[in-house]
Structure formats: C-alpha cells, structure tokens
C-alpha cells in the first residue's frame, strides 16, 4: 500500500497563492509520476498537473498553465504544486495522485490517491 501524505491547501483570496505539498515513496533509480487531480461537488476528478522524478517532465492542465508550476519539493520524497494567480473556479478538492513510472501525458492512470485537501478562492 502506498501511503501519500498532503499538505498545504486552505482559504485565499482571488489573485492570491498557496502552495500544496505531496509526500510519496520513492524507488532508488526509477522514473515515479507525481500529481494532482482535483474535483468540484458533482463533477469528475480533473487533472491539474503531473511530474515524473526522472527527467522532471511536466504536464498541465490548459486552465492552470502559466498559474500552476509543478516541481520536487525540498525534501527527496516531496512535490510541490505552487498555485499562483489563483482564481474562484479554481476552488476543488485537491487530490495528490502516485504512480510508480512514468506519466506520458497529464491524464495517464494513477495508481494511487492521497485523502485531498480543500482549495478555496473567493473573489
């Protein structure tokens, strides 16, 4: 069992930022895919961005790209997902999403979720 650790998430204004950490397991030498999705009441789970550990590709989400940067956190087992310029549809659920491998697009299979934390931005 994989065990994803978030953190960060909270209440801002719109314009403002906030920054969400996720804490994964890491395999010495292997390429993992590290993400988040995020979901609204009554809609589907939405992918956001995502980060493969070796080669550092990327990949966003059209509405968030130039906002959102996805990065290794300071910690070896982090990822960050900095979210600046936040907007009030940028409210959701924020779900870190795992996978051992690579992701090859912003919506390859996770394998795995963390609990999610709340992202709300009010205008």
């Known amino acids: 069992q994989v065990k994803l650790v978030e953190s960060g998430g909270g209440s801002v204004q719109a314009g403002g930022s906030l920054r969400l950490t996720c804490s994964s397991p890491?395999?010495?030498?292997?390429?993992?895919?590290i993400g988040w999705f995020r979901q609204v009441p009554g809609k589907g789970r939405e992918a956001v961005a995502r980060y493969n550990t070796v080669g550092s590709a990327t990949f966003y989400a059209d509405s968030v790209k130039g906002r959102f940067t996805i990065s290794q956190g300071s910690a070896e087992d982090t990822v960050n997902l900095q979210m600046n310029n936040l907007k009030p549809e940028d409210t959701a659920i924020y779900y870190c999403?795992?996978?051992?491998?690579?992701?090859?697009?912003?919506?390859?299979?996770?394998?795995?979720w963390g609990q999610g934390t709340q992202v709300t931005v009010s205008s």
């Open positions: 890491r395999v010495p030498r292997t390429s993992v895919c």
């Open positions: 999403a795992f996978r051992f491998g690579e992701c090859t697009s912003l919506t390859t299979v996770t394998a795995y």
